[in-house]
Structures are given as C-alpha cells and as structure tokens.
C-alpha cells in the first residue's frame, strides 16, 4: 500500500511538472523566437550605427531593411538598407572546432566588406577564438569580395585589397572563416552580383 501511495505521488508529481514545463513553453514561444532573431538582427542594425533594446528591434529593423529575397526563414534573406544601399546578411558554417555564425555588411558595390560580426564561435579560446574579437574582424573593413577574399600571402603576389592577415597560432580557424564568409558572399549575392 505504501509503495502504491508512493507510485501515484510520483506520477502525480510528474504529470503536473511536465505540464507546468509545456504550459510554460507554450507561454513563451513567442518571446523565445523574437529573441532569437534579436541577436543578428541588432547586429545587422549596429552595423549601421543604431541600436535598441529587444521590446522595439522589430519596428526599426523593418523601417530599416527590406528583404531582397523571399527565402521562408528570415535569417537566410539578404537584406538591403532602405536608404544607405548596403546589403546584410546572416553567415554560418564550420571553424575548425565547431559551427562559426554571424553577420556581415557590404556597401552599395556590393563588394566592400562595411562591417563583419560574429555572434556566435567554439574555436580555442585565446588562438581561434580571436575570430570573434572587434580587433581581427575590423581588419575585413574594405576588404573585397573580387571575386573571393583570401588571406595574405608573405610575398605580397595577391591583390591587397581582398588580402586579410591569419589569425597567429589559428591557421586552421583562419583559413576556415574566410571559407565561410566566401561561400556565404557567393550563396547569398551569386544574384546581384
């Protein structure tokens, strides 16, 4: 009888949890997708030197941006600043130790590297991890995509101007992020280019 008490207590217990637990999800599910597309999003409009807090991005994002294409996933449009001309886009793909996301700006050519934001990297902390910091990313600033970036070379033999220098010690992570952003550049512009 004990162990009988015991069983229905547990199952009771369990029953009222998993649906505090669904009722909750259920809740938020709205809070819980304006949050995710919050971080680039607010990426996209830092670029353009505004900000805003999470209760008001999506009214100034959409006075800001229109979407070029018609993709069903927002994150995978290519976005166009309504009066400035310059194109935002969500990039993700493989580092060398785990997945490597963000956003980057091009000006009006299409071409020229405004701005480059990684939001999310697994590399090592202190060496590939360096892909993240404002310091590496602001040497993408003007660099072109003509018709891919590549990183330097020591004898100087390549165009400068779609030259960025390695990361010291992360060469692997270095020569994967420039993959990323390459073929995120050629998947999201191939067309207006």
Known sequence: MKNLKLFIFVIL??????????????????????NKNYEWKAAM??????ST???????????TFTSLDEEPDPINRVYRHKSLGTYSFFFTGNGLWGEINGVITLES????ILKVTVLNQ???????????????????????????????KPDNTSDPETQVDQITGATGTSNRFISILNNAYLLKMGDQI
């Not at 999800?25 to 809070?31: E, G, L, N, Q, Y």
């Not at 409009?45 to 505004?50: A, F, I, R």
């Not at 807090?53 to 006075?63: S, T």
Request: charged share 20%; net charge negative; hydrophobic share 35%.
């Open 109 to 112: 050519d299409k071409i020229t």
């Open 13 to 34: 217990l369990g029953g009222l949890t998993a649906g505090l637990i669904q009722g909750m999800d259920i809740i938020t599910a709205d809070r819980i997708k304006n």
């Open 45 to 50: 409009l830092d670029h353009h030197g505004l």
């Open 53 to 63: 807090g999470v209760g008001v991005y999506i009214e100034l994002f959409d006075e």
């Open 122 to 152: 697994q590399e090592t902390p202190g060496l590939g991890g360096v892909v993240s910091t404002r310091e590496y990313l602001d040497n993408y600033v003007g660099v072109k995509f003509d018709p891919n970036i590549s990183l330097s």
